[in-house]
């Protein structure tokens, strides 16, 4: 992405990589442009048999970011339909990287790793006690890097 990007067109591109690698790897892919909340992608396997929402998150330089009421406790669940697929966009003249995770376990995440921060400060914010950002660095997911399988639309 040119320096100049601004946030929007960083996150429509990142919906756009993630929609041409889902075709390009044999399954239909639909963006939604921000008109579906917390839906940025439907797609499904060739058969319409699996149907997965995905949410996107994308980066150009930093940490990704979102909220701490994106957070819950959660359980694994078995049969996850439900998906955050992390862009990173950081080196310009490479491919992008994709982090593909269960919404289940994401959303965990988030709520522990605030949890832990909130303990360490209190119960508090430190700087802002009404912020409620939260931001995602690239050691807490890179275990889901490019596990495109986890989505179960592919034949291979």
């Known amino acids: 992405m040119a320096s100049g990007a601004k946030n929007q ?3 429509q591109a990142g ?3 993630v929609a041409a690698e889902l075709n390009r790897r044999g399954a239909y892919a639909v963006t939604f442009a921000g008109n579906m909340p917390r839906i940025d992608i439907l797609a499904s396997n060739l058969e319409r048999t699996r149907t997965v929402n995905i949410q996107v998150k994308t980066r ?3 940490t990704w970011q979102t909220s701490v009421d994106e957070g819950r406790e959660c359980k694994q669940t078995s049969n996850e339909t439900n998906f955050w697929i992390f862009v990173d966009l950081q080196d310009e003249n490479a491919l992008p990287g994709y982090y593909i ?7 965990n995440d988030i709520y522990e790793t605030n949890k832990v921060y909130l303990a360490k400060h209190g119960g508090s ?4 006690p009404k912020s ?12 889901w ?3 495109w399988n986890i989505l179960k639309l592919f034949q291979n």
């Open 125 to 128: 914010r430190k700087i802002n």
């Open 60 to 62: 150009r330089s930093g």
């Open 101 to 107: 995770v269960p919404e289940w376990w994401i959303r």
């Open 9 to 11: 067109q960083t996150g």
């Open 15 to 17: 919906e756009h990589f």
């Open 145 to 147: 890097k490019d596990r």
């Open 132 to 143: 409620k950002h939260h931001s995602i660095s690239l050691k807490r997911i890179s275990q």
